[in-house]
């Protein structure tokens, strides 16, 4: 719907979207300083905060979304996918039942509701959609030892690290 949603921290996710379109607009690649926030002095908070959340909102603004819809465009897509990438993993592991069962039940999660309805935080959310993806290229890596799933494999770890580094902190001695 229209409008934007109550949270804890959409609104300050969607500002520093704005910062980060701001950044580019003026060459600032890759962006560090973000000029507009702080009350108008600036702060370097991108020297230290996860990017890719910015950089997906900041490209789907590209095609014309306000910055409120491209953070839930990315966030319904980091909800929905996730458990759609934990079922393709699960079934090489487990029953199709199974597989779906865990996927629901991961959809629904307490946690994850929270991070979508209460605190707003979409690049907790798109982590989520990584920890599948770097267990289905270890698992190919593992079976067939091919640079490209070795290589994709590696590819997804780094994008989880840019989606959310305390999260990816946090996974892995995983």
């Known amino acids: 719907h229209s409008g934007f949603y109550l949270s804890h921290d959409g609104f300050a996710h ?29 702060t370097p908070i991108f020297i230290f905060f996860y990017p890719l959340p910015g950089y997906l909102t900041d490209f789907i603004h590209l095609f014309g979304f306000s910055f409120e819809n491209a953070f839930k465009i990315v966030s319904g897509f980091a909800f929905l996918s996730s458990p759609a990438f ?10 199709e039942k199974t597989a779906f069962i865990a996927s629901l039940a991961y959809l629904v999660l307490p946690y994850r509701l929270l991070d979508l309805y209460v605190r707003g ?18 698992d190919k890596s593992l079976e067939n030892g091919s640079a490209r799933d070795i290589v994709l494999g590696e590819l997804f770890y780094g994008l989880f690290i840019m989606a959310h580094n305390g999260i990816a ?4 001695p995983i």
């Open 14 to 42: 969607v500002a520093r979207a704005a910062a980060y379109f701001k950044s580019f607009s003026s060459l600032q690649i890759p962006p560090r300083w973000a000029a507009s926030l702080n009350s108008g002095y600036g």
């Open 86 to 95: 934990l079922f393709i993993w699960l079934k090489k592991h487990a029953s």
């Open 121 to 138: 935080d979409y690049a907790e959310l798109l982590s989520f959609v990584f920890i599948p993806l770097v267990f289905i290229y270890m």
């Open 169 to 172: 902190l946090i996974f892995s």
